[in-house]
C-alpha cells in the first residue's frame, strides 16, 4: 500500500506516509518522510489504520488566472496568520460551514468583504443550551446523572434521521424544518438577500448549517454577497459573470494494495467508491478505514461513526491481537455485496432522487450511510465470520486440542482435592505443616 499527501501551503511540519506491504511477512512498512528536512524513516506494523477522514484535501476552484492574482490567495484549511487583514478588501469563494464562519469574523476588521456563492445552504438557529450551577454540580455527583443527560442528546440527534426517508411523515418533517428556517433568515439577514439565500431544494439534500453569527454579519454594510460563478481571476480580482469585483485578498492520498491494485482500480471493479461495512476492502489485509466510505450520517457526529469503527476492527482483529491469526481480510465476494446492498438502500433516501450534492458523483452515493447511527452501531457489535478469510497461526484443531487438555488437567487435579477432602475430612486440609495446628486454633 503506498500513501502520498500534498499541500500548496506546508505547515512547519507535515509527513509523506508510504506504506508498502512487506511480502511473506504479513507485515505493513510505513516509509515516512519529513517534507521539512527531508529526513526518512520506515516503521514496521502488523495492523493498519488509515484515519485521514473526510474533507481534509484542500479543493481550489479550477478558475482561470487563479495563478495571476497578485494579492494573497489561499485556502481556509492553511490559513495564513501572518497577514493583516485589516482595511483589506477581501474575497471568499464558497459558501458551507468554513464560509459562514470566517465572513462574521473578519467582518469587523476588513475594508470589504465579498462572498461569491453558486448554491445557498438552508441555515437553521444554533442549539440554545444553558447549564446552570445545578446542572454542573448534578452531573459531577448524582451517578449515571452525565452518561443519562449524554444519552439524551445521542437520542435527539438521531431523531434527526426523520428527515432523510421518502415516507409522508418524512415529507412533512422536512417542511416543518424548512418553514423555521425561513422564518429565521428572514429574521436575521437583511430583506435584499433573502431571495439570494434562500435553496430551492428540499431541506435535507445537501449539509444544513447551524447559524455562527453568519446572517446578523450580512447588515454590516463593508459585507457583499454576490450569487454568481467566479469565471476568472484578474491579477487585482475576480471576475463573475456580472462584471470584475477587485480586491485584495483571498481565497491524498493513492493507495496500492496486493498485487500493486490500486484503490481507484479496486472501486472500479465493484462499480464505484466503497468499503464493507465502511471499513474494509479485499485485497488490503489487517486494514481498516476510519470515517470511510458511506459512514456518513449527516445528522450526527462524526465521532459516532468513528468510535463505531474502531470497535468492529477491533472484534475482526481479535484473533490476531491475540496470536491466533496474522491476517484478516474480507472476501471479495462479500465486500460486493455489501457495497450494492448499500446503494440499493439509498436510493430509498433523500439523497438519490435528483437533488445535487457532494455525496454523490453519476448516481453513486460514497458518502451517507443509508440508516442511523444507532443502526451501525448494531452492525459493529457483530461480526459475520463467513465474509472473513483468517490466515491462522496455529491450526485451530490443535489449539482446540490444547484448551481441551488444559481443561481435563484442571479437571482432574480439583477432583483429586475434592476426593481427598471427603475422605479425610475438610478439617485435615486447613492443618499447617510443622506444629499440626488447624487453622481455627492460630
Not at 440508516?371 to 457489535?381: D, K, V
Not at 497461526?393 to 476426593?419: D, E, Q, R
Request: proline content about 5%; hydrophobic content about 35%.
Amino acid at each position: 500500500m503506498a500513501s502520498k499527501t500534498s499541500s500548496r501551503s506546508s505547515p512547519p511540519l507535515r509527513y509523506n506516509e508510504i506504506p508498502n506491504g512487506i511480502q511473506g511477512r504479513g507485515r505493513w512498512r510505513l516509509s515516512l518522510q519529513d517534507l521539512k528536512t527531508g529526513d526518512a524513516y520506515f516503521h514496521e506494523c502488523k495492523i493498519l489504520f488509515t484515519a485521514q477522514g473526510l474533507l481534509v484535501e484542500q479543493n481550489y476552484p479550477k478558475i482561470p488566472g487563479l495563478e495571476t492574482f497578485k494579492g494573497h490567495v489561499y485556502h481556509s484549511a492553511c490559513w495564513d496568520h501572518s497577514v493583516d487583514l485589516k482595511g483589506k478588501k477581501v474575497a471568499i469563494i464558497g459558501s458551507g460551514w468554513t464560509a459562514t464562519q470566517i465572513v462574521p469574523a473578519i467582518a469587523p476588521e476588513v475594508e470589504v468583504v465579498k462572498q461569491f456563492i453558486r448554491t445557498p445552504h438552508w441555515i437553521l438557529p444554533p442549539p440554545v443550551i444553558e447549564y446552570s450551577d445545578f446542572d454542573r454540580w448534578m452531573y459531577k455527583n448524582v451517578p449515571l446523572a452525565y452518561r443519562f443527560h449524554r444519552l439524551l442528546v445521542f437520542a435527539s440527534m438521531e431523531w434527526n434521521f426523520r428527515l432523510f426517508g421518502l415516507s409522508r411523515y418524512s415529507q412533512g418533517q422536512r417542511d416543518r424544518v424548512r418553514e423555521g428556517a425561513i422564518q429565521y433568515l428572514y429574521g436575521k439577514a437583511p430583506e435584499k438577500y433573502h431571495e439570494l439565500l434562500l435553496p430551492d431544494y428540499q431541506i435535507a439534500c445537501k449539509q444544513r448549517i447551524l447559524d455562527s453569527r453568519y446572517l446578523t454579519s450580512l447588515n454590516r454594510p463593508n459585507v457583499q454577497v454576490h450569487k454568481e460563478k467566479a469565471i476568472e481571476i484578474t491579477p487585482r480580482g475576480i471576475k463573475g459573470s456580472s462584471g470584475i469585483h477587485d480586491v485584495d485578498f483571498f481565497k491524498g492520498m493513492e493507495v496500492l494494495g496486493r498485487n500493486g491494485v490500486s484503490a481507484d482500480q479496486h472501486w472500479d471493479g465493484i462499480g464505484g467508491i466503497g468499503a464493507y461495512n465502511t471499513t474494509a476492502m479485499h485485497n488490503f489485509l489487517n486494514f481498516f478505514i476510519l470515517l470511510g466510505p458511506n459512514s456518513v450520517t449527516g445528522h450526527t457526529s462524526a465521532i459516532v461513526a468513528i468510535e463505531n469503527t474502531v470497535d468492529y476492527a477491533l472484534r475482526v482483529l481479535k484473533p490476531v491481537l491475540r496470536g491466533y491469526a496474522s491476517r484478516v481480510e474480507v472476501k471479495e465476494r462479500s465486500e460486493k455485496e455489501y457495497v450494492h446492498w448499500i446503494q440499493a438502500e439509498l436510493r430509498q433516501t433523500l439523497w438519490n432522487t435528483g437533488c445535487t450534492s457532494w455525496y454523490t458523483s453519476n448516481g453513486w452515493n460514497s458518502m451517507t450511510y443509508p440508516w442511523s447511527q444507532l443502526h451501525y452501531y448494531y452492525r459493529s457489535r457483530v461480526v459475520k465470520a463467513k465474509d472473513w478469510d483468517v490466515t491462522c497461526t496455529t491450526n485451530p484443531l490443535s489449539l482446540m486440542k490444547l484448551h481441551a487438555l488444559i481443561l481435563f488437567l484442571v479437571g482432574i487435579c480439583v477432583g483429586a482435592i475434592w476426593k481427598d477432602m471427603l475422605e479425610q475430612g475438610f478439617s485435615s486440609v486447613w492443618e499447617l505443616g510443622g506444629g499440626g495446628r488447624r487453622l481455627w486454633d492460630i
